[in-house]
């Protein structure tokens, strides 16, 4: 089992900054790929970013250049480094783990609200 905790979401007005912080517990050696995830009020959960155990990205097109994402093995950590913020990133930001036995793990997610 792997336990996640995000943290760091809030208000910020458009074009302001924010970063994440996702903290993986549990059984995190059979993690192979962490994400963010985002999903808006009547909107379907979408891809944000996500990071492989070797560092290797994927973004969203709708992020790529103001959004970075990385991790800190050691920490057992995942950020998410949000900048030049929109109001139509206003979501729900969750992390996500998945084991290499494509078994996906959760968090609760944090609230991340850019106002005009």
């Known amino acids: 089992q792997v336990q996640l905790v995000e943290s760091g ?11 994440l912080t996702c903290v993986a517990s549990g059984s995190i050696f059979s993690i192979n790929v962490m994400s963010w995830y985002r999903q808006a009020p009547g909107k379907q959960r979408e891809l ?14 709708s992020v790529k250049g103001r959004f970075t994402i990385s991790r800190d093995n050691a920490k057992k950590t995942m950020y998410l480094q949000m900048s ?7 979501a729900v930001y969750s992390c996500n783990a998945r084991s290499v036995m494509l078994t996906d793990y ?8 850019v106002s005009s």
């Open 9 to 19: 979401g809030g208000l910020v007005q458009a074009g302001g900054s924010l970063r």
């Open 48 to 61: 944000v970013a996500a990071i492989t155990s070797g560092g290797g990205t994927n973004y969203a097109d």
């Open 84 to 90: 030049s913020l929109k109001p139509e990133d206003t």
């Open 106 to 113: 959760w968090g609760q997610g944090t609230q991340v609200t």
